[in-house]
């Protein structure tokens, strides 16, 4: 939904904090021997968030009525302030790591939110930057935004991924 800058830029204040406060009481949790595995799940769950981002990307962003309206002005005023609110977006999250806590543990919980929120973050930190930075080339930020680049102006059947291009290639989207 449109958003004030507050709005908009609180993500990258709330999140850091809320991941680094989890991880901490979760690698506490998980102690000394809990945490090679604590770190293994973080990191699936962050892979898993890639997969996440291109179908919600895919089917809900360009699908669901109203939400594909307010995306739709995204893709038109690209820089305008147009996003998930922080409450929306992290009670969403806190739902997940509450529903894995009731049927495993905290640790593994927090390691869930906690991978699930990096993702997150590194989304909507590497969609940022690709609509107001000019990265150089070549690099991996410029090669992102001229994808993405792509799925607005040119075929918004592809390129749903924006931090990465693995799932498009999986499911024949991706498109230079
Ligand atoms: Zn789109
Ligand atoms: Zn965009």
Redesign the pocket.
């Given at each position: 939904m449109q958003l004030g800058l507050i709005g908009y830029y609180s993500d990258f204040v709330v999140y850091p904090l809320v991941i680094a406060l989890l991880g901490v009481a979760g690698l506490i949790e998980a102690g000394e021997e809990g945490a090679p595995d604590w770190i293994g799940m973080a990191l699936v769950c962050l892979g898993l968030w890639t997969l996440i981002e291109y179908v919600l990307h895919r089917f809900v962003l360009h699908h669901v009525p109203w939400v594909r309206d307010l995306h739709d002005r995204?893709?038109v005023e690209?820089r305008s302030p147009v996003g998930t609110p922080t409450w929306l977006s992290l009670g969403v999250h806190a739902a997940i790591a509450l529903s894995v806590w009731l049927i495993t543990d905290f640790a593994t919980a927090s390691a869930v939110g906690c991978g699930l929120m990096l993702g997150y973050l590194w989304y909507i930190s590497v969609?940022h930057m690709?609509?107001h930075w000019h990265p150089g080339h070549p690099s991996y930020l410029y090669t992102l935004k001229r994808r993405?680049a792509v799925?607005?102006h040119v075929d918004d059947n592809a390129n749903f991924g924006?931090t990465s291009m693995f799932w498009d290639r999986v499911f024949g989207t991706a498109r230079l």
């Open positions: 995204h893709h690209e969609h690709i609509h993405h799925h607005h924006v």
